[in-house]
């Protein structure tokens, strides 16, 4: 299911590898591939399931609402995976209603209030200036969670568009397709219902300064913790594979951007990656396109990426920065209050 790189396997899991799988596996209910794809880069599989797990897994927020935030997140990203995957995981907390209405884009025939206002303000973070994010549905106690499981589901969407195929689930059959999602969540029951300390995953990468854009998960320790380990992974990885005048190529595009699809054209890829030698063009082509339209990265912007890196780690660096810089511009779209 997993495209372009091969992640470790269990068995040969070493080093960090070795000390995150597990984690992941007692906590989450199983190794899925939105994890497993980080696996060739340690220090970003790390960070990825630190600010995953301290946002959505943890706190004080229901898990049920935070799963209609990752899932809502996904519908609006176009990623049919990530709704099929939140949406077992829905069933997994008894809220079927929820699950079903998100798939079908019912959003008012959520039952539990709660959730249906937060669904409305997940729906939203690619419209910046929209009433519900200017007057979100939680309180500032809340939004670290809230907003850290967002942001995280805007990132790993990204790198789930380019690295996964379509769906765990059969998704030609509806009949089908509804038993295993019921049969699914009925797996994963048990460790969305176990007990999980906070902060546990910070153990696995060294402390980091957090973010003044990130300035939104200070509120909670953990979380906060969590999104300056993940963010500093994200930038050395980053460092490392994109020059330095792509990074502000794409900067500068990013910034600019409101949140709108660019279709499916390419030519403003082009315009933005002018002046820029071949080198950088092709590198610079594959990041902004994950950052900015995931589902426009085909073989051919990968093979041209790996003509220049070839390691999955590098592909993955690349990658994961290009996704990060969109999350991160979203992040700026919601206020805590």
């Not at 049920?64 to 809502?72: H, P």
Request: aromatic share 8%.
């Amino acid at each position: 299911m997993i495209r372009y790189i091969e992640p470790v396997v269990p068995n040969s899991a070493e080093g960090l590898v070795a000390r995150v799988y597990p984690q992941i596996k007692r906590e989450f209910g199983a190794l899925v591939e939105p994890f497993t794809l980080h696996s060739p880069s340690p220090e970003l599989l790390a960070g990825a399931w630190s600010a995953c797990r301290e946002s959505l897994l943890v706190g004080t927020v229901r898990r049920d609402v935070k799963e209609a935030v990752a899932a809502t997140v996904s519908r609006i990203n176009q990623l049919p995976y990530c709704v099929d995957a939140h949406t077992i995981m829905l069933n997994a907390t008894s809220a079927r209603d929820s699950a079903d209405a998100i798939i079908h884009q019912r959003d008012d025939q959520i039952m539990d209030p709660a959730v249906r206002s937060i669904v409305k303000w997940a729906a939203a973070t690619r419209s910046p200036g929209t009433e519900v994010l200017l007057s979100p549905p939680f309180s500032q106690k809340d939004a670290p969670e809230i907003i850290g499981t967002a942001l995280f589901f805007h990132y790993v969407n990204r790198m789930a568009s380019v690295l996964l195929s379509e769906t765990p689930l059969p998704s030609n059959h509806p009949l089908l397709k509804g038993f295993f999602t019921r049969m699914a969540g009925w797996f994963f029951s048990k460790a969305v219902h176990r007990s999980k300390p906070l902060g546990a995953s910070l153990e696995l990468l060294a402390e980091s300064e957090l973010p003044a854009d990130l300035a939104w998960a200070k509120r909670s320790p953990n979380i906060a913790g969590a999104f300056a380990r993940f963010a500093a992974a994200i930038d050395t990885a980053g460092r490392a594979v994109v020059p330095e005048d792509v990074r502000d190529c794409v900067v500068k595009y990013v910034q600019a951007w409101g949140g709108r699809d660019p279709g499916l054209g390419r030519h403003w890829v082009e315009e933005a990656m002018n002046g820029l030698d071949e080198k950088s063009k092709d590198i610079g082509r594959l990041v902004l396109l994950t950052a900015l339209a995931p589902y426009q990265v085909d073989e051919g912007v990968v093979k041209a990426f790996t003509a220049h890196l070839v390691k999955d780690e590098k592909l993955l660096g690349a990658l994961a920065w290009g996704s990060f810089t969109a999350a991160r511009k979203i992040g700026t779209w919601l206020p805590t209050s």
